[in-house]
């Protein structure tokens, strides 16, 4: 899974593809947790809370644009399969 951010030892990573709702998937010393992007809920999963302070703003102070880049991603990823089935 591709690592969008990385800082004070957690990991973000996210897949364009994924399950909605829109998420990201957090790491830190081995816990693990998916983040809502919209509301920065925590879906599954569980952080110490210093973790998820950070984790949950990430998505909470961005979403329009993450959400953005995913629906461009889903847009493009079905542009190019529908043209190689021709």
């Known amino acids: ?3 969008i951010s990385y ?7 996210m897949y364009h593809d994924d399950h909605n709702p829109p998420h990201f ?5 081995g816990h693990e947790a998916l983040i809502a992007i919209e509301t920065g809920e925590v879906l599954a999963g569980s952080l110490p809370n210093k973790a998820l302070k950070f984790s949950s703003r990430l998505g909470y102070r961005t979403p329009k644009r993450i959400v953005n880049r995913l629906a461009i991603c889903d847009r493009t990823q079905t542009l190019a399969a529908n043209s190689g089935s021709r």
């Open 1 to 3: 899974m591709p690592i």
């Open 25 to 29: 998937h957090v790491e830190y010393q």
């Open 7 to 13: 800082f004070f030892g957690i990991y973000i990573r």
